[in-house]
């Protein structure tokens, strides 16, 4: 039986907020987590950000770099499993998916979070948390989580 999908509005007012959310996710995915997590929103939301305070929840150590230049960045997580960060806002084609390689990378288990989704549409497989980020006027943020129950409820 598919595991119900839920959807509910967040509120981030600063870093502090985010890297509590990326926390309380952390815990839900687990020691090896397997999902996939897509980051929607603007330059500047706080995409990355938000993987960074998640993959250290994790307990990666050492520099976590924005993948917008390699595209993938992959770590490895002390319990032995894996985490790719992608950002596809430079994907021009969603062909070079292929091209790259990421096929393999998916169908692999371990976590994948990827920012900028849109630009790989028709490729990536469904995701099991689909985060939204819109900057307020007051520079906080609002997120509208949908996904997996178990993981849009952790994120409350």
Not at 108 to 113: D, M, R, S
Request: hydrophobic share 45%.
């Amino acid at each position: 039986m598919p595991e119900e999908i839920v959807e509910t509005q967040l509120r981030w007012a600063d870093e502090a907020a985010a890297a509590q959310c990326a926390r309380q996710l952390a815990q839900a995915l687990g020691e090896r987590p397997d999902a996939v997590i897509e980051l929607h929103g603007p330059l500047g939301a706080g995409k990355t950000t938000f993987v960074r305070h998640l993959l250290r929840a994790l307990g990666v150590a050492g520099r976590i770099k924005s993948p917008s230049y390699a595209v993938m960045e992959p770590y490895g997580l002390p319990s032995g499993g894996n985490a790719s960060h992608f950002d596809f806002y430079r994907f021009n084609d969603p062909r070079e998916w292929e091209d790259a390689g990421f096929r393999d990378v998916f169908a692999a288990p371990g976590l994948k979070v990827c920012e900028w989704p849109e630009k790989a549409a028709g490729v990536l497989p469904r995701a099991d948390l689909q985060l939204f980020l819109d900057i307020a006027d007051d520079d906080s943020r609002s997120v509208r989580a949908r996904g997996q129950a178990r993981l849009v409820r952790a994120l409350a």
